[in-house]
């Protein structure tokens, strides 16, 4: 059974920092694409990083440079890094899991970005 289970969400003022994490188990994340998505309230879900099999990582534009994905195999666990935060990044953030036949996701973990 795929289980991810994020943590690390938290109310931070702007410009601050966080860390996320994704613990995964019932998968090995090195063999699959690891994704953090997030939702803020009446918008739809989107990308914010990626990193796949061969460790190669891509962000969009409203990130780049303040957000980056990490992993770690030992520990079957994936980072996202959030630096100079914005009260736009507010949201609920969710780790993801794509393989060949696998599509999983966490229960989510929520960033607060306010003063």
């Known amino acids: 059974q795929v289980q991810l289970v994020e943590s690390g969400g938290a109310l931070v003022q702007p410009g601050g920092s966080l860390r996320l994490a994704c613990a995964a188990s019932?998968?090995?994340?090195?063999?699959?694409?690891m994704g953090w998505y997030r939702q803020a309230p009446g918008k739809q879900r989107e990308l914010v990083a990626i990193?796949?099999?061969?460790?190669?990582?891509n962000y969009p534009d409203f990130v780049k440079g303040r957000f980056t994905i990490s992993s770690d195999n030992a520990k079957n666990t994936v980072y996202l890094q959030m630096n100079s935060l914005k009260p736009e990044d507010t949201a609920v953030y969710y780790c993801?899991?794509?393989?060949?036949?696998?599509?999983?996701w966490g229960q989510g973990t929520l960033v607060t970005v306010s003063s």
């Open positions: 993801n899991a794509k393989g060949y036949t696998l599509d999983a």
């Open positions: 990193i796949a099999t061969g460790g190669a990582t």
């Open positions: 019932g998968i090995i994340i090195s063999r699959n694409t």
